[in-house]
């Protein structure tokens, strides 16, 4: 079965850190670009950070210096730590995978509230 799933997400402070993993299967996954991706009630679903295959990394600017994106090929995973949360940072993260195919995960909730 073709599937991303992702966990990790939770309630947190401002300042604080959360990681972030989505585990990959019934696919080839080292010849897929990863990304993340994050949605909030009313918002459009925007691009958080993306690592390819070849190992090219991008981040949004709001995220740049604060979130890590990393990939372990060996466990068909994509990580995401994510370091100085912020209130803004609140949304539903989603996993995408895309190659010969375009895969999403359900998503995972951070929460980052005092």
């Known amino acids: 079965q073709v599937q991303l799933v992702e966990s990790g997400g939770n309630l947190v402070q401002p300042g604080g850190s959360l990681s972030l993993s989505c585990a990959a299967s019934g696919l080839t996954f080292r010849n897929y670009d990863m990304s993340w991706y994050r949605q909030s009630p009313g918002k459009q679903r925007e691009l958080v950070a993306a690592?390819?295959?070849?190992?090219?990394?991008n981040y949004a600017d709001s995220v740049k210096g604060r979130f890590t994106i990393s990939r372990d090929n060996a466990k068909n995973t994509v990580y995401l730590q994510m370091n100085s949360l912020k209130p803004e940072d609140t949304a539903k993260y989603y996993c995408n995978a895309r190659w010969v195919m375009t895969l999403w995960g359900q998503g995972t909730q951070v929460t980052v509230t005092s």
């Open positions: 690592i390819g295959a070849a190992g090219n990394i």
